[in-house]
């Protein structure tokens, strides 16, 4: 059982590259979510997902795109990276109900 | 006003101190509250749930005061291996958790 799974675990970009960030879960939960950790600063939701065939914008959502697959996988594009989005990110699921979130081991993303 | 809001600390504690933390949120409609350990540079995780009556896990104990609107998470006798960030969660109806900043905890020998 490998819980909450992200790759990679670090990348650097040059300003204006694209990529994708990809996470995936293996406890069948029905919601999914994308945060950004800055030093010294708390989790920022980026995007979530509460099931298959959703997403909503989260607190910080400009210069991102996600796509929740199917109900494992739900993944975080950067179109255009810039030097703001340098940052920690860590995918996080849930079960339906008043439950706990599982993270992942996190993305160091650096933008040059 | 942060809807979620703690103390960013250091609170600097010998081994075997007791420390408290507190918590305050805004949302008087919040239902779940959950305190999470974050170490550096790693992924966040459960310490434990906050429920109403006040619940207890070994050396730590969690407490909600609805009508104040604020959570409590104590340590008794600190271990150097406690050093972390301790995060304080909480969810309205619905799908979304909020977390506060963080307190760090350092504990010295």
């Known amino acids: 059982n490998a819980g909450v799974t992200q790759t990679p675990k670090f990348q650097v970009l040059k300003t204006g590259q694209s990529m994708t960030l990809q996470c995936a879960q293996d406890m069948n939960h029905n919601s999914m979510y994308w945060y950004r950790q800055d030093p010294g600063m708390g989790l920022r939701l980026i995007y979530y997902?509460?099931?298959?065939?959703?997403?909503d914008k989260g607190e910080v959502p400009n210069g991102y795109n996600v796509s929740r697959l199917n109900k494992r996988e739900f993944s975080l594009r950067l179109e255009s990276a810039a030097p703001s989005q340098t940052s920690v990110y860590f995918c996080a699921s849930r079960p339906s109900g008043p439950y706990e979130q599982y993270f992942g081991p996190g993305t160091r993303l650096t933008v040059t | 006003r942060k809807e979620v809001e703690q103390d960013p600390g250091p609170f600097n504690v010998p081994e075997g101190a007791t420390v408290a933390f507190n918590c305050t949120y805004s949302?008087?409609?919040?239902?779940?509250f959950f305190w999470y350990r974050q170490d550096c540079r790693k992924e966040p995780k459960l310490l434990m749930s906050v429920y109403s009556s006040g619940n207890e896990d070994g050396r730590f104990t969690a407490q909600l005061n609805r009508a104040s609107q604020y959570i409590s998470l104590l340590i008794r006798d600190s271990k150097l291996s406690d050093s972390a960030t301790y995060l304080c969660?909480?969810?309205?109806?619905?799908?979304?958790?909020?977390f506060g900043g963080g307190t760090r905890l350092m504990v010295k020998p």
């Open positions: 969660v909480v969810n309205r109806a619905g799908n979304m958790l909020t």
């Open positions: 949302n008087s409609a919040s239902q779940s």
């Open positions: 997902s509460a099931s298959e065939g959703t997403t």
